[in-house]
């Protein structure tokens, strides 16, 4: 527990290169089920080379912590699957290749079905936001976001995020700060843990002046 909240608490600080360590070291405490698998604390590992710009990275171990479930009972698979793929599917949409992204929001939509949170039969939506984000429909990505979000405030702050960063390209300012405004009243740990809170480039929002892309 302490590896895993003084990363989090650097990766909140902005102090990215500094929250790498402490992440590695946990993921080293947790072995995984099969030797082709990141156990599933690699998790905190995965979102600071994501915060660091290396989006491919962390998309490869977002992708092999799916196969090191951590439970035998189906609803909990599931909840696994999830949140690592879409995981993986934002990663993917920040390096650029959207080639997979439909298939991952299928999956993750069948999936969802199965868990028990609620959060879990929305992040579908997330995933074919970023997708039409990538196309250029930026109204049918606001839309995917908004479907994508089960609480403001505790819910997947990277949904918040997206939508907002969307929302900026749309000259909808006041709403995407609310949204801002209330991912940051939200949880920082979980899933309020995959959004940045302090910019640290190369991938918090760009300079005043210029549009997220």
Known sequence: DGLKWLSISLRTQGRLREALPPAQRLRATMKAPREDAVPYVGLFEGQVWFDLGDYRRAAAIFDSISRAPLSSVAPQIARNLVWTQTLRATALAAAGDTTLLSRIADSVEAWGRLSGYGLD?????????????????????????????????????????????????????????????????????????????????????????????
């Open 121 to 213: 039969r929305r992040l579908h939506h997330h995933i074919r936001g970023l997708l039409l984000n990538a196309r250029g429909d930026l109204e049918g990505a606001a839309a995917e976001f908004r479907q994508g979000i089960f609480s403001m405030t505790v819910g997947s702050s990277r949904t918040n995020l997206e939508l907002g960063r969307v929302l900026l390209c749309l000259g909808r300012f006041r709403e995407a700060a609310g949204l801002a405004e209330a991912a940051l009243r939200g949880i920082f740990e979980s899933t309020g843990s995959f959004m940045p809170r302090k910019p640290s480039w190369p991938n918090s929002l760009p300079p005043p002046g210029t549009l997220p892309v």
